[in-house]
């Protein structure tokens, strides 16, 4: 196929003869016929070109008409969408299409109304119920995710698309029910995004990782020159994502005039080829134009010639297209202008059929915030254990009891993370001189031994890649269960956790989530530790609406709430505080395969009557300590376990004040924004009359840990501080 530089876009050239222009059609043609493309092909393409510019010219109407509140086009990126459409499969493939792919949505089947619907936020918009901006595309009928506005995080969550498709294939063919699952054998997973994307480090990752496990990834890149305003020659080496990437290893790249249907369509046919029986993942980079500024925020003029968005004119689809359609004898001119006419009568009409759909009732603004079909807080997920055995097992043992178990009975679940298999290479699986690794705390050790082939394995050294896979993953029914190796390298993830595992299910009002447990080693007060493997910081996801936050204190817990976690419907984040991992005093018998806690229930662990401490963490047995000291001086502590954060149970502080009217709050996290100012304030708000004096907190000072054993003491918070803050309260 021939690629169109985006260099020569903006280099003035001599018009074509009419010699010249007709040799370039006749080729068209003959590609084509080769193609097996009709006449009513080669029309309908065109249709779909109209359409989708119509739908853009209508948005932007109605913005100006304050109907619409957003609007960023897809023109000039219509050809090779429309082409791409044609060839791949709705409901069979997946699809995270970015901004600029309405042509694509249009021809795997989302009508104009439904766009024009997102537009004005209302009832008819299938991509988001009202909760996304335009053209962030969306359908659960034809397996179009929906796509947030986070650029370059589509990618890995694309990878987690295949390698979930291919796990459920594997137990398809292992005659396991896939109890409502669809997989196919030659899907494809189309995901894509505009050049200036390519510059986001989760593209690399996801490229990376589709090519050492030979993914059936389409990358589609459609290179319109810029980034808003910054050219590709700025970003990209080599001013080409194909020509940086033509050595990489695995991946194999397909260029193509994306301004051309035809050969677009001959490019895509070639890939859907390939990628159906090769399985491996393909680059397809599309020469586009941006006929229109980047979004109605953007003006291009300040920044491009207007000799250049001339010139840009003749190659735009729309105009370009039709115009080889007429002058190849295809289409008389007034069969196409009949066709122009007919999509502009059918988007107006479909435009003010979407103006006059109502938006949604105000009453379901938080409606799928979290599940709306299992409350993770509900009796559902209250079970006794069936306790056997000594009280001997530690907390990491209890979590990794828990861990075979789940793995276990469920082949739905995928665990992953660094290091947390066994084993990467599946034959040492059988060398009896050989331990593996199983996690560096050995939390994981021996689950990928339980687990079914594919079901335990290690990822790369990549905190969001584990992330991204695992929303792409849990979108397709699998239950991933992961693990990011030390909270304190959490953050490269944390777009992903933010902006994409805690509003998937918002973002497509319900048609779409991502249950899935994200276990975290969390934490201080192990030597050594210092800045980068001390760092607490829950109130960074308990800030997050759509996200459950656990934070056991013990062994018991520790497998009642990560049963209930995997079980559940909704994303959570359990935090596993490595100090506990093999303490002495937290310790339980063996509890059995199905003990579950609900979320939001704190544990009294100590009653009491003269004050309350509210803890988690490592601060529950430092309060324990306290609360013993302080009863040697006369005074009754009751002691409270919050066990989870998100949510956490408001419940058992009021009934412990009703007794204790004195509150103290402790938390290993520093003190400045941390949770319990939060609980501080719910406490105010809601039983202001209880307390007969000031809430107090014990938190780490506001400072990052030191590796100094004395400085790290000094620094977290620790018995004699909890003493101290006890004292203080009870004699107020």
């Not at 699809?95 to 004005?120: H, S």
């Not at 409350?375 to 997920?381: K, N, Q, V």
Request: a negative charge.
């Amino acid at each position: 196929m021939l690629e169109k530089n985006v260099a020569d876009k903006k280099t003035s050239k001599r018009a074509p003869s009419k010699k010249e222009v007709n040799v370039v059609y006749e080729n068209k043609l003959k590609l084509a016929k080769k193609c097996g493309l009709k006449k009513e092909d080669l029309v309908s393409m065109l249709r779909n070109v109209f359409v989708s510019r119509k739908i853009d010219d209508a948005e932007i109407q109605m913005r100006k008409q304050s109907k619409a509140f957003f609007q960023i086009s897809s023109a000039g990126h219509e050809g090779i969408l429309t082409a791409a459409a044609k060839v791949l499969k709705p409901k069979h493939d997946w699809f995270i299409p970015y901004y600029r792919d309405r042509a694509l949505c249009l021809g795997l089947g989302v009508t104009p109304y439904e766009m024009l619907c997102q537009a004005n936020g209302n009832e008819g918009d299938a991509a988001s119920h009202g909760r996304q901006m335009p053209a962030h595309w969306g359908h659960i009928d034809y397996n179009i995710v929906s796509k947030s506005s986070c650029t370059g995080t589509q990618f890995l969550q694309g990878v987690g698309l295949a390698e979930g498709g291919r796990y459920l294939s594997q137990l398809k063919a292992e005659g396991v029910d896939l109890e409502g699952r669809e997989a196919f054998d030659d899907e494809i997973i189309y995901v894509s995004s505009g050049d200036g994307t390519t510059s986001q480090g989760e593209f690399w990752e996801s490229i990376t990782t589709a090519c050492v496990n030979n993914l059936p990834v389409l990358y589609m890149i459609e290179d319109n020159g810029y980034a808003i305003s910054v050219p590709t020659n700025v970003q990209t080496p080599g001013e080409s994502i194909s020509k940086a990437l033509a050595n990489f290893p695995g991946l194999k790249i397909y260029k193509c005039d994306g301004n051309c249907p035809v050969e677009s369509y001959a490019t895509m046919q070639e890939v859907a080829k390939y990628m159906r029986s090769k399985r491996g993942p393909v680059l397809v980079h599309a020469t586009v134009t941006r006929p229109y500024s980047h979004s109605l925020s953007d003006d291009q003029t300040m920044y491009r010639t207007a000799k250049e968005l001339e010139e840009e004119k003749v190659l735009d689809v729309f105009n370009s297209y039709p115009k080889f359609l007429v002058e190849s004898g295809v289409l008389k001119q007034d069969e196409a202008d009949s066709l122009l006419d007919d999509v502009s009568k059918e988007v107006k009409e479909a435009m003010q059929k979407a103006i006059n759909t109502p938006w949604p009732d105000v009453s379901t603004a938080t409606d799928h915030v979290y599940s709306m079909d299992s409350d993770i807080s509900s009796s559902e997920f209250e079970t006794e254990a069936e306790l056997t055995g000594k009280d001997d097992i530690p907390m990491a043992g209890s979590i990794n009891q828990t861990l075979k178990s789940e793995i276990k009975n469920n082949p739905f679940i995928m665990m992953f993370g660094e290091d947390v298999a066994d084993f990467s290479e599946l034959e040492k699986l059988d060398d009896p001189n050989l331990k593996g690794k199983g996690g560096v705390f050995k939390v994981s050790s021996g689950c990928q031994r339980v687990g079914r082939e594919n079901q335990v394995f290690n990822s790369p050294l990549a905190e969001a890649n584990i992330i991204g896979r695992s929303i792409g993953m849990a979108l397709r029914g699998i239950k991933p269960v992961v693990e990011i190796q030390f909270f304190d390298y959490i953050w490269t993830a944390y777009m992903q956790l933010k902006n994409e595992m805690a509003t998937t299910r918002y973002r497509s009002g319900g048609d779409f989530k991502n249950p899935m447990v994200v276990r975290v080693p969390i934490g201080g007060y192990l030597r050594g530790g210092s800045i980068y493997h001390s760092q607490c910081g829950e109130s960074l996801f308990t800030h997050i609406p759509g996200i459950r936050v656990a934070f056991p204190s013990n062994a018991k817990d520790a497998a009642g709430l990560l049963r209930t976690a995997i079980r559940s419907d909704d994303p959570v984040m359990f935090l596993e505080h490595k100090h506990l991992y093999y303490q002495g005093y937290n310790r339980t018998a063996d509890t059995g395969e199905n003990y579950m806690i609900p979320f939001g229930k704190a544990r009294v662990v100590r009653e009491g009557t003269d004050a309350t401490v509210f803890c988690w963490g490592a601060l529950v047995q430092k309060s324990v300590e306290a609360a013993k000291t302080l009863e040697k001086e006369g005074y009754s502590v009751e002691v409270i376990d919050a066990r989870t954060l998100a949510p956490f149970d408001m419940e058992a502080i009021k009934t412990s004040l009703a007794k204790t009217n004195r509150l103290l709050i402790a938390h290993e996290e520093t003190k400045t924004s941390g949770f319990a100012g939060e609980i501080a304030a719910c406490v105010n708000e809601q039983c202001f009359e209880s307390l007969d004096a000031p809430i107090l907190r014990v938190a780490a000072k506001d400072s990052h840990v030191a590796y100094c054993p004395a400085l790290e003491d000094d620094l977290l918070p620790q018995v004699e501080d909890v003493t101290l803050a006890l004292r203080k309260l009870v004699q107020y």
